[in-house]
T-cell receptor, first 112, second 114 residues
Framework: EDQVTQSPEALRLQEGESSSLNCSYT??????LFWYRQDPGKGPEFLFT???AGEEKEKERLKATLTKKESFLHITAPKPEDSATYLC?????????????FGTGTRLTVIP | DAGVTQSPTHLIKTRGQQVTLRCSPK?????VSWYQQALGQGPQFIFQ???????QRGNFPDRFSGHQFPNYSSELNVNALLLGDSALYLC?????????????FGDGTRLSIL
């Protein structure tokens, strides 16, 4: 059964204090791993897709990496506007399985 | 370029009632998925529609049903509402025929059951 575990559940950082969010996954063949950002009262906003171990993607202060068992979202010198819940989701290789299977998210707070 | 739009934004119902939620996909997208997000949880897949048919379904009872129209817009219907159906209902769209394209989400409908 597909499983996605995100840690920590919540993280408080000072502005400029870099850190990493973890997403551990179990899936019967990975088609893709997705990172989303979700602000309160809003829908998830797409950040990255990773397809194979060793792959990395970057966008501004965020960098996502992927291994065969987990993905990390590295946040470098965060700013208060980076405060949000970060969701990780996997999509299985199983034929017809187009759905996303989400973790429960990491709630990030960046303090000025 | 309009993204995914959902209506209404908020809705209050009582137990036993029925509700219909609506979604218009992002321009150029023909596949629509629905998710339920309880407070403090990640979104949970309900079902996906493509070519006006339900293509895939998650672990939700038959009280949850849907429809897709020729213009690719979609509806989610929930019958016999329970208190546990209170959640944020998210619609996501994606283009078919292109592998691994990310799903783009609307801002959801907040459904409260009294």
């Amino acid at each position: 059964e597909d499983q996605v575990t995100q840690s920590p559940e919540a993280l408080r950082l000072q502005e400029g204090e870099s850190s990493s969010l973890n997403c551990s996954y179990t899936v019967s063949g990975l088609r893709g791993l997705f990172w989303y950002r979700q602000d309160p009262g809003k829908g998830p906003e797409f950040l990255f897709t990773l397809y194979s171990a060793g792959e990395e993607k970057e966008k501004e202060r965020l960098k996502a990496t992927l291994t065969k068992k987990e993905s990390f979202l590295h946040i470098t010198a965060p700013k208060p506007e980076d405060s949000a819940t970060y969701l990780c989701a996997v999509q299985a290789l199983q034929t017809g399985a187009n759905n996303l299977f989400f973790g429960t998210g990491t709630r990030l707070t960046v303090i000025p | 370029d309009a993204g995914v739009t959902q209506s209404p934004t908020h809705l209050i119902k009582t137990r036993g009632q029925q509700v219909t939620l609506r979604c218009s996909p992002k321009s150029g997208h023909d596949t629509v998925s629905w998710y339920q997000q309880a407070l403090g949880q990640g979104p949970q897949f309900i079902f996906q529609y493509y070519e006006e048919e339900e293509r895939q379904r998650g672990n939700f009872p038959d009280r949850f049903s849907g429809h897709q129209f020729p213009n690719y817009s979609s509806e989610l219907n929930v019958n016999a509402l329970l208190l546990g159906d209170s959640a944020l209902y998210l619609c996501a769209s994606s283009p078919s025929g292109i592998n691994n394209q990310p799903q783009h989400f609307g801002d959801g409908t907040r459904l409260s059951i009294l």
